[in-house]
């Protein structure tokens, strides 16, 4: 169950709304909101000149976590989170968030009961938010972390379909997208993968209503692999080109790789041998992750030599 959340968590825990107090000289979010990679490079003097523990030092911090996390950047976030879990005095939000990448942390080190302990921490504060100020965003955490220590799949499917009743006509197309990201996230768990390309569709909707060009690389990348899933190669193919495309003009080497490779696959599928083949020898293969190396295994096998001499 944990090995699942390892890589489910940046469908729910992604950037937070841009805060008033962020229109500085450097927009460090709008830097992160276009890179993921030029926001690591340009945050911590940022996180230097905010006062220690102010709201816009809490803000800093967390949008760096989240984009260690989102570039798979390890190392750097196990020792980040390893000195904030200690830190008894930040906020429940600040801290909920904390305990959950340290969990995601303690797991990909083989650490699942450490692992296990965090998420239920997580799992503590963030019932307690949502009984004293009830918010959307934290209802859809609440909803995956408990999901995956064991929770009801079906309830929690079936508490973000209220939430969906509840803010359909919302404008905040962030929170909109979060809701029906992980309503399709829920849907395929549960092995309706029909239901989840509805709710894909739905999120990509509305981050194509925002500027938003690492969540809309994501909203395609999604859409197309539920797609995918469900055999509908010649569908999932625009939705990967343009995936591709964010992704590699945002600099994301990994999930640039990622997109290249479920695209040769698409075309392969669909009998475009050679654009396949074309598209296959553009994969970094270096930057393909653990967790996707069946994915690679399965879609190598399809351009070996022998399959094409046969």
Excluded at 64 to 92: G, I, M, N, R
Excluded at 106 to 129: I, R
Aim: charged share 20%; net charge neutral; with cysteine.
């Amino acid at each position: 169950m944990l090995s699942h959340i390892v890589r489910s968590l940046p469908l729910v825990f992604g950037l937070t709304a841009v805060p008033s107090f962020a229109q500085t000289e450097t927009n460090i979010f709008a830097i992160c909101e276009y890179s993921s990679q030029q926001c690591i490079d340009q945050i911590d003097p940022e996180i230097a000149k905010a006062d220690p523990k102010s709201a816009r030092w809490y803000e800093l911090t967390l949008l760096k976590l989240d984009t260690l996390f989102a570039l798979q950047y390890d190392e750097p976030l196990w020792q980040a989170t390893s000195k904030l879990v200690l830190d008894q005095t930040s906020p429940a939000s600040f801290r909920a968030r904390i305990y959950i990448y340290h969990a995601k942390m303690l797991s990909s080190k083989g650490s699942k009961l450490q692992a296990e302990h965090y998420l239920d921490k997580a799992v503590k504060l963030l019932e307690s938010l949502n009984r004293s100020a009830p918010n959307p965003l934290t209802t859809i955490r609440l909803v995956n972390v408990q999901t995956y220590v064991g929770g009801d799949p079906l309830v929690g499917y079936e508490t973000l379909q209220k939430l969906e009743a509840q803010f359909s006509r919302s404008h905040d197309e962030l929170m909109k997208y979060d809701l029906y990201n992980n309503l399709g996230h829920g849907a395929h768990f549960l092995k309706r993968l029909e239901e989840s390309q509805q709710h894909r569709e739905k999120a990509l909707i509305a981050i194509q209503k925002t500027t938003n060009k690492a969540k809309l690389a994501e909203g395609h990348y999604n859409l197309a692999r539920v797609m995918a899933y469900r055999g509908l190669w010649a569908d999932a193919e625009p939705h990967l080109v343009h995936a591709e495309g964010y992704y590699h003009e945002i600099g994301d080497q990994i999930l640039t790789a990622l997109a290249r490779m479920h695209l040769a696959e698409s075309l392969y599928r669909q009998g475009k041998t050679a654009a396949a083949t074309t598209m296959f020898a553009t994969v970094d293969i270096s930057k393909i992750p653990d967790y996707a190396a069946d994915h690679l295994t399965r879609i190598r096998a399809l351009f070996a030599p022998t399959k094409s001499a046969s």
